[in-house]
């Protein structure tokens, strides 16, 4: 018949062979290298005072920190030692793209006028800002911002005070200008006093490019319409429309709302997020019904940074407030106020540890702690037996 292909297939005593062989140069059958068996103990080494430290004394220790370690999780013990069954760490962030909710109230009794940022109520609905940025260089003479063929050359009047985006330069064309107004900003309609402004009105905060393209806020002026030269301006004529924020009670625990008046000017706004998985609402909270299951808070305050609030000829509302409240001698007869938020902003992140894993990795680290605290004392005490010559270990053992 044909020839079958030659083929070789190993038995199983071949295979046991070559194993065997393997083990052996690995010393994997020495019974001295048993990881599992018990530690060999000598027994002259063995005291009555290590015994009663192993089954009584740490025994006694680890219950005793086990109480005060529970009682310290839930409770504390002061400033010094505060619970730890509650963890709260902060760190602070750019604001990026990121949208943070914000709610003004008018509070002047004449109305008020808000001017809005680039972007309005898109951004503060999507959450993010979505304005391109500024990328033209305009110190580049070799492409100017126009992409086109003029050198960047000072106009011919020479003006020392013109403006980068002029109209001198005819080579800049629409689509750089449409850079700074992707969205163009507005003036709102007159907003009685009382009402609230937020994110469905186009009220929130977030960072952009221009510093001047900010929320702004508008009321009448008591002091300009008045014809009593006596007339100041206090009261609702400086204080035209408070900040409503949510804040913690550190007393409580829980969150509350409150009202900051704004004063007429330029302010800068602080902002500290909370997060929070078992965020407590206070029951006095006025959207206590809305708000009660959400776990993160935005906590506002206010920094002046001027207290002048001259309404500026640039302002979108202009037009609207000489309307309303009329101008004196071209001034309009109006105060406002201009919200810039902190380009940076605090996250504050509390975190609910497990109390038994917690508890298990503090236990193991005291306990191996008592262990080598009791150890230097059973060998220091196993020294001292060793050198009276009238007393052993082995004596002690039998006695």
Known sequence: GALR????????RVIMGVIGKLLAKLNAFDPKRDGFAGTVTDESEQTRLGAFLSVVILPVCVAAYSALYF????????ESAPPLYKVTTSETLQYGNQVKELALECT??????????????????????????PNNDFCDTSSPAGGGNAPNVPAPNGNAGRKLLDDEYPWRAPAARSLLEVAEPKCSGKIACGTVMDADDGVCAYSLADPVDALTV????????????????????NFGVSLITDYLDEDGG???QKKIRAHRGIMLLSLVERHDPQMEWDASHPD?????????IYEWGIT???IVGTIEESNLCLSNLKTEFGDTSGDVNAKGIKLNPFPLYTKSTTSYPSPVMAYLAAVGGIAATLGGMFGLIHT??????????????????AA
Request: charged fraction near 25%; glycine fraction near 8%; charge should be positive.
């Open 304 to 306: 002046p940074v001027d």
């Open 218 to 237: 508008a009321w009448r002026d008591d002091d300009m319409v008045s014809s009593d030269v006596n007339t100041k301006c206090t009261g609702h004529c």
């Open 288 to 296: 206590i019904a809305a708000k009660s299951g959400r776990t993160v």
């Open 108 to 133: 002047n009794p004449y109305g008020c006028f808000f001017r809005l940022p680039a972007g309005g109520a898109s951004m503060c609905q999507s959450g993010v800002v979505s304005t391109e940025q």
């Open 5 to 12: 292909p030659f083929a070789f297939y190993p038995s199983r």
């Open 254 to 256: 829980k969150i509350k």
């Open 71 to 78: 009682v310290q999780f839930y409770y504390g013990f002061g």
């Open 380 to 397: 220091v005490h196993l020294e001292m037996l060793k050198r009276r010559p009238d007393s052993k270990p082995a004596e002690e053992n």
